[in-house]
């Protein structure tokens, strides 16, 4: 039976709507980020979304963790619908434009303790090696697969920026919470709406309230990589300009081979 609802219609119907009206806010609010070096975030985002993102969904729709429902996309390409490559497009820049309006800060240098670097590393490797051993189980597949994908960029965002990320949790939460909580519902209405179906076969069966729970935290995960990307990238700029302002500040006194 024909889907009532297409892929490209959930795009239009959920993603569109919110997306222009956050970047309206973004641009027009004065507390809210915008210019240069977001939107060089966000673009960044996407490049990455695209690329990491793309072996992964064509490694799990052929393997039947899940597949589309019967007039639900218009072309695939390799093993994933076009309307899954703009997918990846588009919720970086959800993410992203809800990221401008909340604008997480924290005053904190970019020396951070090397023992808090190794113990972020450390957590992402932890997760990715814990998705390894999932991948033994057909009922684990599907959640093996997504700790082995996201474990590596946790590993590399939190050992890069784990302390700053602690230090400006409270708006990261908001920042993190709010689109993840809209894409679980997209999500939920999508597969109630038989536009994509996920396999029970390739998953555990739990389920929040009736999203599978390897769906739910394949959208945390993922606003995640987004909401700390970002943040890391525009707090890495703005300490390298207050070093180079300070050092253009500081008196220059001239040196003779005495003084060496």
Same mark, same amino acid.
């Not at 497009?89 to 909340?102: E, G, H, K, R, S």
């Given at each position: 039976?024909?889907?009532?609802?297409?892929?490209?219609?959930?795009?239009?119907?959920?993603?569109?709507?919110?997306?222009?009206?956050?970047?309206?806010?973004?641009?027009?609010?004065?507390?809210?980020?915008?210019?240069?070096?977001?939107?060089?975030?966000? &673009?960044?985002?996407? $490049? *990455? =979304?695209? !690329?990491?993102? /793309? #072996?992964?969904?064509?490694? %799990?729709?052929?393997?039947?963790?899940?597949?589309? &429902?019967?007039?639900? $996309? *218009? =072309?695939? !390409?390799?093993? /994933? #619908?076009?309307?899954?490559? %703009?997918?990846?497009?588009?919720?970086?820049?959800?993410?992203?434009?809800?990221?401008?309006?909340?604008?997480?800060?924290?005053?904190?240098?970019?020396?951070?303790?090397?023992?808090?670097?190794?113990?972020?590393?450390?957590?992402?490797?932890?997760?990715?090696?814990?998705?390894?051993?999932?991948?033994?189980?057909?009922?684990?597949?599907?959640?093996?697969?997504?700790?082995?994908?996201?474990?590596?960029?946790?590993?590399?965002?939190?050992?890069?920026?784990?302390?700053?990320?602690?230090?400006?949790?409270?708006?990261?939460?908001?920042?993190?919470?709010?689109?993840?909580?809209?894409?679980?519902?997209?999500?939920?209405?999508?597969?109630?709406?038989?536009?994509?179906?996920?396999?029970?076969?390739?998953?555990?069966?739990?389920?929040?309230?009736?999203?599978?729970?390897?769906?739910?935290?394949?959208?945390?995960?993922?606003?995640?990589?987004?909401?700390?990307?970002?943040?890391?990238?525009?707090?890495?700029?703005?300490?390298?300009?207050?070093?180079?302002?300070?050092?253009?500040?500081?008196?220059?006194?001239?040196?003779?081979?005495?003084?060496?």
């Amino acid at each position: 039976m024909t889907v009532p609802l297409t892929y490209f219609g959930i795009h239009l119907a959920f993603l569109l709507p919110p997306i222009l009206i956050l970047g309206w806010l973004a641009f027009r609010r004065d507390r809210a980020w915008w210019g240069v070096r977001p939107l060089s975030g966000l &673009g960044i985002m996407i $490049v *990455l =979304a695209v !690329v990491y993102t /793309t #072996p992964f969904t064509n490694r %799990l729709i052929p393997a039947g963790v899940w597949w589309y &429902g019967e007039g639900a $996309v *218009l =072309a695939t !390409v390799w093993h /994933t #619908p076009i309307e899954e490559y %703009l997918f990846f497009v588009l919720q970086p820049i959800l993410t992203a434009l809800w990221l401008f309006q909340v604008r997480p800060t924290a005053d904190r240098s970019l020396a951070i303790p090397r023992t808090h670097r190794l113990l972020g590393v450390a957590g992402g490797l932890a997760i990715a090696v814990v998705g390894l051993v999932l991948l033994g189980d057909t009922a684990t597949y599907y959640l093996g697969w997504l700790f082995l994908w996201a474990g590596p960029v946790l590993a590399v965002q939190w050992g890069f920026g784990s302390t700053f990320l602690w230090d400006a949790r409270r708006s990261l939460l908001v920042a993190i919470a709010v689109p993840t909580l809209y894409l679980w519902l997209v999500d939920r209405i999508a597969i109630e709406l038989g536009v994509w179906v996920i396999s029970d076969a390739h998953t555990t069966g739990y389920a929040l309230l009736g999203l599978p729970i390897e769906e739910a935290l394949f959208f945390l995960v993922t606003t995640l990589f987004v909401v700390q990307g970002i943040t890391m990238y525009i707090w890495v700029l703005d300490r390298i300009d207050g070093v180079s302002a300070w050092t253009s500040a500081s008196p220059q006194f001239p040196t003779s081979s005495d003084d060496r």
